[in-house]
Every structure is written in structure tokens, then in C-alpha cells.
């Protein structure tokens, strides 16, 4: 076994040890399916606070899931760039988003991740979700796991796992389904999982920027 990954087994234990004391104390309650060992798209959602992100690592590091996710620039300028990288971030720079789900898909072969996607962020006015996270999924063949959060439970983990079909309205439907019942951390701000386009060819006409954006997307 090699020196990194020794490094790579003692980090996970780390963090896992980490998230055991956080859910000890924690008010909430961690719910999650059972889940598959492989990598996948994971969808953190509703995207409605900047608490999102905290769970976010304190579901992933209870389940050992090696997770990245993306960021605006803006939050890896300075000190914090080197806390965001070990977090798992990825900065996005949306002057330039032209090669985001070119450079993700690249690194995902060169070292199996799973990627987190917040595909409604957390800009006040969206109205509908970002298909990013469908192009990625289907470009690289990852199923689809479906994060969440509900304030009137207390409850948050990863749902099922789902497989696109390319029938995008019908996978959407079942995404809807899921969220139905899931008020997100903070209800007020929360849309309805819905693509602007649902036709076959989604994601065509957005563009790059479409990618979405991890849990500290915008701002934590």
C-alpha cells in the first residue's frame, strides 16, 4: 500500500470520526436509503441555506463517499483556496464556464469522485433548476443520487438512487416526486424541481454555465 493511500485511509477515518460526533450532538436526524458502492452525481437539495453545505460534508464523511463539488472563484481567493480544495471544492469561474463539465468529466476518470450539484442554487428569483447535472450524469453514465433536507422533520440524508433514462420529462417526474415532501433548511426559499426545458434535448441550448453548483456555490 502506498504513502497516499495510507494518507487517503486515514483522512476518510478522520472525517467519518468527525461526523459521528457531529450527529451525536446534532438536533437533526440522519435518514438515508442504502447506498450503492460507486460513484455518482449527488444532488444536494433543496438549496436553501448556507447550512446545506455543513450537512452536506456531515452525510458524506458519515458514508466515507469521496465527494467533490463546485464553487465560485471567488471562494478559493487567499486562505480560504486551500480549505476549499481539502473540503473537495472545485472553483468555477463564470466569466470562462466553457470548459467546467469537459475538465469535471476529465478528472473523474483520472480518479473516481462523486460530485455534488445543488442544480437550484440559492440566487433569490430562480425560478427553475439547472440541467447540468443531467448532461454530466449522462455524459459520464452515473446514476443519481438524491440528497435532502427538510426543516419540519429535522431530517436530512440521500434518498434513492436513480438511473436517467434520457426520457428527461419522465426522469423528472420522478425526481418531483421524491421532493415533494421536502421543505429544504429554509422553506420560504425553496423552488419546485423543474428544468426550464424538459425536452429531449435539455441542457443543448443553456450552455456550460448550466453545470450548476455545489452546497457553498453561493457564498457557504
Keep these: ?18 461526523a459521528a460526533v457531529f450527529w451525536r450532538f446534532s438536533r437533526w436526524e440522519y435518514r438515508s436509503d ?21 450537512y452536506m460534508l456531515a ?11 463546485l464553487g465560485k472563484q471567488q471562494l478559493f481567493a487567499g486562505w480560504r483556496g486551500p480549505i476549499m480544495r481539502a473540503l473537495g471544492g472545485i472553483p468555477v469561474d463564470r466569466a470562462n464556464p466553457a470548459s467546467v463539465v469537459s475538465e ?4 473523474q476518470r483520472e480518479a473516481p469522485f462523486s460530485l455534488v450539484v445543488t442544480p437550484d442554487g440559492t440566487r433569490k428569483g430562480a425560478t427553475h433548476w439547472k440541467s447540468g ?5 449522462r455524459a459520464a453514465d452515473l446514476p443519481v443520487g438524491l440528497g435532502y433536507i427538510d426543516r419540519p422533520t429535522r431530517t436530512t440524508g440521500i434518498g434513492p438512487t436513480i438511473t436517467l433514462t434520457g426520457d428527461v420529462a419522465a426522469d423528472m417526474e420522478r425526481i418531483r416526486a421524491f ?23 435539455v441542457g443543448e441550448q443553456e450552455g456550460p454555465t448550466a453545470a450548476g453548483e455545489g452546497p457553498a456555490g453561493e457564498g457557504g
Design 104 to 107: 469535471i468529466l476529465q478528472a
Design 59 to 69: 452525510i458524506t464523511w458519515r458514508l466515507r463517499i469521496r465527494v467533490k463539488w
Design 179 to 201: 421532493y415533494a415532501d421536502k421543505a429544504g433548511y429554509t422553506p420560504e426559499n425553496r423552488i419546485e424541481p423543474r428544468l426550464r426545458d424538459e425536452s429531449p434535448d
Design 133 to 137: 447535472f443531467y448532461r454530466i450524469a
Design 34 to 54: 442504502p447506498q450503492p458502492e460507486t460513484t455518482r452525481i449527488l444532488l444536494g437539495a433543496p438549496h436553501t441555506s448556507n447550512w446545506d453545505f455543513i
Design 1 to 18: 500500500m502506498s504513502m497516499r493511500e495510507v494518507g487517503t485511509r486515514v483522512s476518510t477515518s478522520v472525517r467519518a470520526g468527525v
